[in-house]
């Protein structure tokens, strides 16, 4: 037994070492050659290398992989692909494919080829890896439809290559990131028993290893288009040759987790260019891409040697740590096995409640410009298509969650009833109610300037919708309910307090994206720091408005002063009140504050105290009284 381990390990490492030295040999001819042809990135402002340096160096890790590993399988007799319903043949297909793949990354890397084309070329390249290799999910799902299996691997192996290609923007960082999925992706075939599968990812770690050697920063070559997609195109490839059915950490969990970063990546990307290419078609003046499929500067690596002033060698570092997280979480995962799923879930909810908070902002930021442009579309046009769609949109949302609220008592009073009977109930209640808030007005009723009263008639709606149909329900013989009293009345509150949420969302919301406007806002040197007297009524007048125009006059509100010395150190609207009048100098050199709003009565003698107070600081000061005057 001993004996055979030792040989397992001897194949291991010649098919890693092979990779490695071919590898390593190889890169330095395919460069000088890439350099010689003009296959070269220039500096720019959207790229980080500050010296032309050779691209399309992908070739030689391609090379590298599959003419080591094919000698390696012919030498010593055995199947390139070991795993069980895979025919050996598979593995040449699924080469003549990643050539095709190459090429495509290759002529990219030459020519630029339009992204509609190249994107055209990875989905025949998927089309041909499930139709003709014979790869798919269909072994781990085997219920699966022919047509859902072929779209499901289409996009798996599509997002791959794209996910990759995005990544690829600082030395080393695909293939770093590849190199430590390659190897957590192997490590669970090791936990599972599957050992005899992973000599190709052995094989393929050696090969961006040795790649490494020149892609590390300082790079001397870059992977290009060709490199980023065959390493793309072998991550998807990966897992479905290896999976079994009931495999679902080994065939997606793991692998998911493992290319973690690049997935997050190109999925903010999407995001963030349709986001910025409906702000063009709103407003031309707008910032960001024309086009959806155009690169931009605002990719998590990007990003990371903005905000933390990393160099290259730590920014990659930090993404290198994150994706071996998430790999040692998917083995840990995977050692656990009666808890697999729920720590894996777990292990997603956390890396998405962490990266969203400290890398989605921008995403964040701009889809509240783009809602606040369309809030802010007063034109008669838009105004009328609105007028049409409020009220259906409305009656549609309170459809939703009076169902939702009847299905969760449900569940909640452990109701055990026929199929029918609840149905029938669910109608009856839902009927009612909203033919209640149609008498007492609530759909003509504006409800983003909504008083206590509506609030009220709102309330006393869901009471009499809840007992009428609480009564329908006890009188029909077909529906039996165990507790009649406690259903209607948790129906009549859950009912008031979903329906109050939705028509209050709209400020709340608002709200939301102020905070996030003033995130945006806060390290922008052009931008007016605001310092507002008063903590009144017409203070929140003043906010509200500000909070509807944040984004078009780029002001923002950094404290407050008040006479009232109680109020100091408290906040209002998440803004801290600072002290009063007489602090106000001392308050404004703090803040760095450029302009002072007077918002609350004050009479002539008053004002003019307040403007020989202020008038040392050299600030703007303006009166607001619904409008602004300047004093």
Not at 448 to 473: E, K, P, Y
Request: with cysteine; aromatic share 10%; proline share 4%.
């Amino acid at each position: 037994m001993i004996q055979t381990l030792a040989a397992k390990s001897v194949h291991y490492l010649i098919a890693f070492g092979g990779a490695f030295l071919l590898t390593l040999v190889l890169t330095p001819f395919v460069r000088e050659f890439n350099r010689r042809i003009g296959m070269v990135d220039k500096p720019d402002p959207r790229r980080i290398n500050t010296v032309p340096i050779p691209r399309g160096g992908g070739l030689a890790l391609f090379l590298g992989v599959i003419l080591s590993y094919s000698v390696f399988t012919f030498c010593t007799g055995r199947p390139p692909i070991q795993a069980d319903g895979i025919a050996p043949e598979v593995y040449w297909r699924l080469v003549a494919i990643a050539c095709g793949v190459v090429a495509l990354g290759y002529a990219d890397d030459k020519w630029s080829l339009p992204p509609k084309a190249k994107l055209l070329g990875q989905l025949v390249a998927a089309a041909l890896a499930w139709g003709w290799a014979g790869l798919g999910f269909c072994r781990l799902w085997p219920e699966l439809p022919a047509w859902i299996d072929c779209l499901l691997t289409v996009f798996w192996i599509t997002g791959a290559i794209n996910a990759f290609n995005l990544i690829d923007g600082l030395d080393g960082l695909a293939s770093g990131i590849a190199l430590i999925a390659t190897l957590g992706m192997a490590g669970t075939l090791f936990i599972v028993g599957n050992a005899q599968q992973t000599l190709f990812y052995f094989a393929f770690a050696g090969g961006l290893a040795g790649f490494l050697r020149y892609n590390y920063n300082p790079a001397s070559v870059f992977l290009g288009d060709c490199g980023s997609m065959y390493i793309g195109f072998t991550m998807a490839v990966l897992p479905l040759v290896s999976q079994a059915p009931n495999s679902f950490l080994v065939s997606v969990g793991v692998p998911l987790l493992a290319m973690g970063v690049p997935i997050f990546d190109t999925s903010l990307a999407i995001v963030r260019r349709s986001i910025r290419h409906l702000l063009r078609r709103r407003d031309a003046s707008a910032a960001g891409n024309d086009k959806v499929m155009t690169a931009d500067s605002d990719h998590l690596h990007h990003r990371i040697l903005r905000a933390v002033g990393l160099n290259q060698r730590k920014a990659a570092w930090t993404l290198y740590a994150i994706t071996a997280a998430g790999v040692a979480f998917g083995l840990v995962a995977m050692s656990l096995q009666s808890r697999t799923a729920g720590l894996w879930l777990l292990a997603v909810a956390f890396g998405c409640t962490v990266i969203f908070k400290n890398m989605a902002r921008i995403e964040i930021y701009d889809a509240g410009r783009l809602l606040n442009k369309i809030a802010r579309d007063h034109s008669t046009r838009t105004r009328r298509r609105w007028a049409k769609v409020a009220v259906p949109l409305l009656l549609a949302c309170d459809v939703a969650l009076l169902t939702a609220v009847f299905l969760l008592l449900v569940l909640m009073e452990e109701v055990k009833d026929t199929g029918l009977n609840l149905r029938l109930g669910l109608m009856i209640r839902v009927f009612t109610t909203i033919v209640f808030l149609y008498l007492f007005k609530a759909y003509s009723t504006v409800w983003s300037r909504a008083m206590l009263s509506n609030f009220l008639r709102l309330l006393v709606a869901c009471f009499f919708g809840a007992l009428v149909s609480g009564a329908a329900v006890y009188f029909l013989p077909s529906i039996k309910t165990p507790d009649i009293v406690s259903f209607t009345a948790g129906y009549m509150m859950l009912s008031f307090i979903f329906l109050s949420a939705l028509r209050v969302c709209r400020p709340v919301i608002r709200d939301i994206f102020y905070a996030l406007d003033c995130t945006q806002l806060r390290g922008r040197k052009d931008v007016s720091r605001i310092l507002v007297y008063g903590a009144g009524l017409r203070y929140r007048t003043f906010r509200r408005e500000l909070v509807r125009t944040t984004s078009a006059n780029e002001r923002m509100i950094v404290g407050i002063i008040d006479d009232d010395i109680l109020l100091r150190g408290q906040q209002i609207g998440g803004i801290r009140i600072e002290g009063t009048l007489l602090d106000a100098p001392e308050i404004i050199n703090r803040l760095n504050v450029d302009a002072v709003v007077i918002a609350c009565v004050v009479t002539p003698e008053w004002l003019e105290i307040v403007r020989k107070t202020l008038a040392p600081t050299g600030v703007k000061v303006t009166l607001f009284s619904l409008s602004e005057t300047e004093v």
